[in-house]
């Protein structure tokens, strides 16, 4: 059976990250752009510091220096980094740790976008185009308009994926990961733990039904 990949993004705080944990989550992520759910390092470093190594923490990021992001790694631990903005991919390659390079879906932006990261990204997030955002748009996109995908990197695709429409997110697209933040939370920044169960147990469920 094919296992989904989980990413809880947009984590503000240790008890938000070790209920995602808890849920299910392959990998948590903390916003260090302009965002309702933005951290300062401190507070990265103190939402992360319960995260088990065998959980993926991933900082997002939108055109931030070499040296910004450099100083996140090693504060909080990073295992990967998410580029959100406008990030070439010398920038991804200069990264010590491997990169997620998110491309948006809609309007005139496509898939056609992440062509000249092959070989310089570990994988690619597919998010929905908004023109006053560079993530976190809290949209679905349209994911049975895609057609053929890209398979020289891993997938993962978020934009207002929540545990009523994750199961046919996975059915139509079988990515490598779902990515959830605004549809998982009671507030902006703060997370919904039973929420987090319910999406977590639905991307599971999905796997099964897509399985059988």
């Known amino acids: 059976m094919t296992r989904t990949r989980i990413k809880i993004c947009g984590i503000t705080n240790a008890a938000d990250a070790a209920a995602a944990v808890a849920a299910g989550a392959d990998a948590v992520g903390v916003v260090f752009a302009a965002s309702p759910r933005q951290v300062t390092l401190a ?38 980094v998410q580029f959100c903005g406008a990030e070439s991919p010398e920038d991804c390659d200069s990264v010590a740790v491997p990169v997620i390079r998110t491309v948006a879906i809609g309007m005139d932006f496509g898939l056609e976008a992440a062509e000249p990261f092959r070989g310089h990204v570990a994988a690619l997030l597919l998010d929905t185009f908004h ?67 319910a999406f977590c147990a639905a991307v599971r469920a999905a796997d099964l039904e897509v399985g059988e």
Do not use: M
């Open 131 to 197: 023109a006053d955002k560079a993530g976190g748009t809290s949209q679905t996109f349209d994911w049975q308009s895609l057609g053929t995908v890209p398979g020289w990197a891993p997938l993962f695709v978020a934009g207002g994926l929540t545990p009523d429409n994750v199961g046919a997110c996975i059915a139509a697209l079988h990515p490598y990961a779902v990515d959830a933040s605004s549809g998982v939370e009671c507030s902006p920044g703060h997370k919904d733990h039973a929420k987090l169960s």
């Open 43 to 80: 507070q990265a470093a103190l939402a992360l510091a319960a995260v088990p190594p065998a959980v993926a923490r991933v900082g997002v990021f939108v055109d931030a220096s070499a040296e910004e992001v450099a100083a996140a790694v090693s504060a909080c631990g990073l295992t990967a």
